[in-house]
């Protein structure tokens, strides 16, 4: 079964890079295979192509893929379409683009990475823990357990366990300090509750000081008006024998009396008032307003460190039951760990079993697998390792990493239910035997119905075993690109086996090889 239409490149266009004027692929999903004299402009043509997906960089004047994926990038505010096209564009300087909309090259990169990799270099993701753990969760699940239950639970209890030890040692932290911020709490709360502050006071003693400043000089000032009163009845007096009514000066007078007796009773309500208390009272206050910038302010910070206070006096409580909590996920942990632990170990020995079968064809030396501890992780505790004949990754030739990479994506593809994007490999079968060739071919045609895979070959076996073959050649320093049918293939096959001059044992060779690739479909 292929995946049609799915997770692929369904055209690529390149204009004017190095012995490149102008090429156009029309690609299909399955195995591409791209063949050519040496120089010809393959692995140029490759690098194009990863630089219209932010994945290299080259001085084309334009590299453009037209790609099937569905795109999840609303947040750079670029909607998917039926058909999605990446383009660089370099004239004075490098554009990239997503359906017109440009972005940074790092942007396009980060996107098209979910769906296309580059298997040139020794990549080690497909060797990292999480990826290996999952290729067996997936094995277990598939014969009956629901070890993915297990798995949820678990990752259910590591994430709260992590949240409770994260509680657990902020109170720890704070425990070593609960004295010195215990007894500060007490000191700012007793410097408050001290001075005792009332909302609105300040601007009553600010008031009381105007009063008290003004009292001596108002009490003459109305001393010496009120001789007024003494000639009070000369004015009524002379307005009566005027014959004018008095009652608009009687009232007048009435009214300046009644002013004059209040401000006196002001000022007699600040007889007992001492001047030396105000003034300190205004200075306690002034210091509150200064460290907390006014009094509803000081009052509010009051409230807050009561809080904090209580917190401090019941954090033994808190911290009592943070441990009990803590306890009872650590032995959940250890459960669900242990039953995942188990569950893959029991599977270890299978997938270590079907690896080799794979690696046997490869021609590869058997690889060891080991199921080691390590610390809690979100997917448990387990770590696998993986060994080629004793030796560690790091250490093996890029053509065993390569092969043994093909492997383990080969096993992965087994459980797979869609399609898994594109995948690109430079010359993988260089410097192999026929055999080995071959045998890479045959896992590539396996890993095929679930990529779109471009993959530049010097072998025939391999190009014998492609879904799409395209020849790479030159016609003086121009390079360009073809679509080979049935019978070009097999004179470009029968070029790869016997040089420029092509003998008829060569195109036999070459046809009997595509027959029987055509039956491995």
């Known amino acids: 079964m292929y995946y049609k239409g799915v997770m692929m490149i369904e055209r690529f266009y390149l204009k004017d890079y190095l012995s490149f004027k102008e090429a156009e692929l029309e690609l299909r999903n399955g195995l591409v295979v791209f063949t050519g004299p040496s120089g010809s402009g393959k692995s140029i043509l490759m690098e194009s192509i990863l630089s ?7 001085d084309a004047a334009l590299c ?6 569905k795109l999840d990038c609303e947040d750079i505010g670029i909607e998917s379409e039926e058909i999605n096209v990446f383009k660089h564009i370099k004239k004075e300087k490098s554009r990239y683009f997503i359906n017109k909309q440009s972005l940074s090259k790092k942007a396009l990169g980060a996107v098209a990475s979910k769906y296309v990799r580059h298997l040139s270099l020794k990549d080690f ?7 290996l753990l999952n290729i067996v969760d997936t094995r277990v699940e598939a014969k009956g357990t629901a070890i993915s239950e297990i798995l949820t639970q678990y990752q259910q209890s590591y994430l709260e366990h ?11 932290e704070e425990e070593k300090k609960i004295v010195e911020l215990k007894e500060f709490a007490a000191f700012e709360i007793k410097k408050i509750e001290d001075i005792n502050p009332k909302e609105g006071e300040d601007e009553e003693l600010q008031e009381i000081k105007k009063e008290l400043s003004r009292k001596e000089k108002v009490q003459e000032s109305i001393e010496s008006a009120s001789e007024i009163f003494n000639f009070e009845h000369h004015v009524s007096s002379a307005l009566e024998s005027l014959g004018d009514e008095s009652g608009f000066f009687d009232d007048a007078m009435n009214e300046l009396r009644s002013r004059f007796e209040s401000a006196e009773e002001r000022f007699q309500a600040l007889e007992d008032v001492d001047i030396e208390e105000v003034l300190n009272r205004m200075e306690e206050i002034g210091s509150l307003k200064r460290r907390y910038g006014s009094i509803e302010e000081a009052l509010n910070y009051k409230e807050q460190k009561k809080l ?17 909590r803590y306890k009872i996920l650590c032995e959940n942990i250890e459960g669900l760990a242990a039953q995942l632990s188990t569950l893959r170990l029991q599977e270890l020995k299978s997938f270590e079993k079907d690896l080799n079968i794979y690696l046997k064809d490869l021609y590869l030396r058997d690889a060891k697998l080991v199921l080691e501890e390590g610390e809690y992780t ?3 505790k387990d770590i696998i390792n993986i060994e080629l004949n ?11 990493f390569n092969r043994l990479r093909l492997a383990v994506l080969a096993l992965k593809s087994e459980h797979m239910s869609s399609a898994g994007g594109v995948l690109m490999l430079d010359e993988i079968d260089a410097n192999l035997s026929g055999e080995e060739s071959m045998s890479v071919a045959k896992v590539l045609r396996k890993l095929a119905k679930f990529f779109q895979i471009f993959v530049i070959s010097h072998q025939p076996q391999l190009t014998s075993m492609g879904d799409q073959h395209f020849l790479v050649y030159k016609d003086g320093t121009i390079s360009y690109t073809k679509e080979l049918n049935f019978e070009e293939r097999v004179d470009e096959i029968a070029r790869i086996i016997s040089g420029e001059s092509i003998s008829e044992e060569a195109k036999k060779f070459a ?9 491995a479909l």
């Open 52 to 58: 219209s997906l932010g994945s290299a960089t080259c």
């Open 64 to 69: 453009e893929s037209s790609v099937t994926w």
């Open 125 to 131: 993701s497909d060797f990292e823990n999480e990826n």
């Open 162 to 172: 992590k949240k409770v030890k994260k509680e657990l040692l902020k109170i720890e």
């Open 308 to 324: 904090e206070l209580a917190k401090y006096e019941n954090i033994e409580v808190e911290k009592g039951d943070l441990e009990l």
């Open 378 to 380: 979100n997917f448990g």
């Open 390 to 400: 004793s030796t560690q990754l790091s250490k093996i030739s890029t053509g065993e």
């Open 511 to 519: 046809h009997e090889l595509l027959e029987a690739g055509r039956c």
